[in-house]
């Protein structure tokens, strides 16, 4: 069983950054793709963003792109999200995924965006 560790969360201003690490427990190589989701009050969960594993190929949801940056260092079996020019829109919890046959949730690190 893979454990997905998310850290980095917190209280930030409009325009401000946040970086997200996810550790996974086990070797992140085993995983087509690791991506980060997010759950705002009273919507969906959606995807925010997801890297392939080699880290060739990137997806981003078109209100994020240009703003985050997914990247992940297999070495350390962690992915990061790194988020810029953060809008209060963003506020969400923010959920490490890891697909193969399987998929695979972190416990969510509350990302607030306010003045």
């Known amino acids: 069983q893979v454990q997905l560790v998310e850290s980095g969360g917190g209280l930030v201003q409009p325009g401000g950054s946040l970086r997200l690490s996810c550790a996974a427990s086990?070797?992140?190589?085993?995983?087509?793709?690791m991506g980060w989701y997010r759950e705002a009050p009273a919507k969906q969960r959606e995807l925010v963003a997801a890297?392939?594993?080699?880290?060739?190929?990137?997806t981003y949801r078109d209100s994020v792109k240009g703003r985050f940056t997914i990247s992940r260092d297999n070495a350390k079996n962690t992915v990061y999200l790194q988020m810029n020019s953060l809008k209060p829109d963003d506020t969400a919890v923010y959920f490490c995924?890891?697909?193969?046959?399987?998929?695979?949730w972190g416990q969510g690190t509350q990302v607030t965006v306010s003045s």
């Open positions: 995924n890891a697909k193969n046959s399987t998929n695979y």
């Open positions: 890297i392939s594993r080699g880290g060739m190929t990137t």
């Open positions: 086990g070797s992140i190589g085993l995983f087509n793709v």
